[in-house]
Structures are given as C-alpha cells and as structure tokens.
C-alpha cells in the first residue's frame, strides 16, 4: 500500500492546476489525491494542451498510485467558470474549501500529508473571508495554537517567530511566551523529523545589529536574550541574537541546523534568493504533516507552460519522506 497525500492546486487563477497537472505527468511512489474541481483541471490541461485523467478517489480502495498522466482527485465544486490569470472573488470560498476538506481528512487519517499549492491571500479576504496564511489556517482548523513556518532550501533551514502580520506588530507579538514555544517546537521537529540528535540553531536580533547593547532597541535584552538563556540552561543549543545581516554567512552556517527570524521578511529574502523554485515551505508543531510550494500565485504565467515545477515537487517528495518516516517511526 502507498502513502496517501492530499494536493491543493490553491488558487485556481494561478499557477497551482498547471504544476500539478505538469507533476501529474510523472511517476510517483505515493497516491496523490487532488482536491479540487475536476472541471477547473480539466480546462487549464485544454489550454496547456495536456492530457491528463482524473481519477475519482475512491478512500475505500487500496492506495496505489496513478501511472504517469493521471491523477486522483477528490471533487469539490467550484461552481463556475475561471479565467487563467485573472483573480476573482467568488474562486475565495472554493480555496478555503478545498483547504477545509484536506485538513479534515488528514486529522481523520485520510491521508499521510496535505501539500499546498500556492493561494492568493488578497482575493480570499476580498471575498469576505479572513484569512493571512496556511500556516495559520491549518493551526485553527486544528486547534493548535501554536506552530511554526519554517522554510528549507539546500544547506539552509529558516524558521519564523511571527509570520503573517503587519510589521508595525511584529516587536509587541514576540513575547517570552510565543519566543519559547516557538524554539521548543522548531527544536523538537529538528529531533524528531529530521533526525539531528543535537540541533544548533542560530537566532536573528530583532533590531539592527541586535539592538547595540540597547542602543538601538531593546528586545534583545528584554526578551530575546533571557529566552535563549533558559533554553540553553535546558540543554539546547541556541546562539544569539545574533545582527541579521551578517550572521548568513557561509562560517556561521555550516554547523548550523536553522535560522530562526524574528519576522518573515528578515528570513525569507535571504532563504528565497537562495534557492527560490527549490526550496520547500513545512509547517512544524500540526498533528498533520504539511508542506508547501516556495513562491506565490504567479497569475502571470497561468496556463502559459512557463511555470517551474521545482518548488511544488520538492514539497511532494519532502511529504513523502516526512510521512514514511513518520510510519516507520509509529
Ligand atoms: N504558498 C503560498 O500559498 C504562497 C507563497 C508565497 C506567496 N503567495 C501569494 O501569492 C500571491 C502573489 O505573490 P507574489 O507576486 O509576491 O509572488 P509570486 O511567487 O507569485 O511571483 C513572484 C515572481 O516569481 C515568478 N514565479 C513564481 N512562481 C514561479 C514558478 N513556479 N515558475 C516560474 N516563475 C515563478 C512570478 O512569475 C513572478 O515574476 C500573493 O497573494 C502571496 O500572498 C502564496
Ligand atoms: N510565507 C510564505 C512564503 O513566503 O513562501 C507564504 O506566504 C505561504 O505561507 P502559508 O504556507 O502560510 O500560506
């Protein structure tokens, strides 16, 4: 029997259908269920000039997977036409229901792992809809309260301690409390998924050049260097906080395991200009496993063929290798 996992094109404008009818294309050691509107599927393969079979999913059968130019796929309706490239209000609800039904499944053991394809935040709020993330939503839909976005490319892991909020709230949201669980949970998945007995991780200052001594912020001080202390007194491995602008070089990098940001755009740039189109998005701390695609939406190559595989494979593969791990483990 094959591992299960759940796939969300995302936002049906974008990019997401053509990857995953492009990874469609290969042959995969794992039964993939998409969980979309097969119609939606059915046009962008026409306009890629495609062929691709969906296949009902059927949770009753044994779990094999599809040969080479098919796919499973779980239906949910979207109810009306979409235009590659151009947004549209109404795809919002469809998103989220998509997101609904994979999570539900993967708590009910459905499926091994949910991996996401890219979704346009904008357009699922406009619809009425509050929504910042993912990472986020999957946290709610699960009652977790607190997990963890990390990013990993080759050689470098980085780890959020906020993640989709304004910038103007990111001091006030890094409290002694989220900061320690935070640690604790990217410390624990390093251990346990990724199998690294003793993690070192190295932590970004909040301010420039991590505050100078208090001179230029103080949460260093306040909270950030007391957090690390008591970690360290735990018997973990942290260094910091560390001047975000220069601790991303290769000497301090390659005895580390991970990064851990104090805001997503204090890691990301960095993670992306390394290895945008091959890095993999993890949610740490959900009961499920969830991975993800590196970049957005990209309406401006829907159905042109353009679109790079990369990312969205890569966060396949790692779904795979995070689930066997998980069974054999169990
Ligand atoms: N996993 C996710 O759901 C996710 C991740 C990042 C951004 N987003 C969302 O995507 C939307 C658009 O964001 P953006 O414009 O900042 O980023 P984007 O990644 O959609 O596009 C940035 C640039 O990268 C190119 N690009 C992106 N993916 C590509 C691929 N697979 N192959 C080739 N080129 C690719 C695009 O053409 C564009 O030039 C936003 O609403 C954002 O929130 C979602
Ligand atoms: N912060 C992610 C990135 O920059 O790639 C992206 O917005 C997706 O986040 P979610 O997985 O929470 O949707």
Known sequence: MSLRIAITPGEPAGIGPDLVIKLAQHDWPAQLVAVVDKDIMLQRARELDTKIELIPFDPSAPAEAAPPGSIYYLQVDRGCDVIAGELDERNGQYVLDTLRIA???????TFDAVVTGPVHKGIINRAGISFSGHTEYFAQQSNT???VMMLATEGLRVALVTTHIPLAYVSKAITHERLTKVAHILYQDLQTKFGIEQPNVLVCGLNPHAGEGGHLGNEEIDTIEPVLAELNAQGMHFV???????????KYLENTDAVLAMYHDQGLPVLKYKGFGN??????GLPFIRTSVDHGTALDLAASGNAEVGSFELAIREAIKLATEKTQSS
Not at 103 to 109: A, I, P, Q, V
Not at 240 to 250: I, M, R, S, V, Y
């Open 103 to 109: 999570s539900e499944k993967n708590m009910d053991g």
């Open 145 to 147: 309260p607190d997990v």
């Open 240 to 250: 910091g906080p560390l001047p975000a602008d220069t601790l991303f070089q290769a």
């Open 279 to 284: 890095s993999v998005n993890i949610t740490l």
